[in-house]
């Protein structure tokens, strides 16, 4: 059985997106600096830690997954291949696309079991 990480970026003042998130500003107005330390501001260290945490599965809430959707593009995942399982009454048929790395799922403790399986299959909620 695989190692269960959480992984969330945070300001100090405990906000995870700015205010106003929608699909067309999935992190919210002005919320992109808070992922700075990803792309312009990110340090030898964090790019070593980033190489070597690569995950085996990510377990995503529904309105993540709408409202990045947008950035990752129909049919592709944050992360590539890695499937992605998505806590949902519901199945999005539209953004699955061919070789979606989604799965919908549904509830956290069936997410959690099938992220921690070697090897993942593909099921709907």
Do not use: C
């Not at 792309?39 to 260290?45: I, L, N, S």
């Amino acid at each position: 059985m695989g190692k269960l990480i959480i992984d969330i970026t945070m300001s100090l003042d405990g906000f995870i997106a700015a205010p106003k998130d929608r699909p067309d500003e999935p992190l919210g107005e002005g919320g992109l600096r808070l992922h700075n330390w990803l792309t312009t501001d990110r340090t030898d260290v964090e790019s070593t830690v980033l190489e070597q945490s690569a995950p085996g599965a990510i377990i995503s809430g529904r309105r993540t997954y709408d409202n990045s959707k947008p950035w990752w593009g129909v049919g592709k995942g944050p992360a590539g291949s890695t499937p992605v399982f998505v806590v949902s009454h519901g199945v999005d048929e539209e953004g699955l696309g061919d070789g979606s790395p989604f799965m919908f799922v549904d509830g956290i403790e069936s997410a959690l079991e099938q992220a921690r399986r070697p090897r993942v299959t593909r099921t709907s909620a």
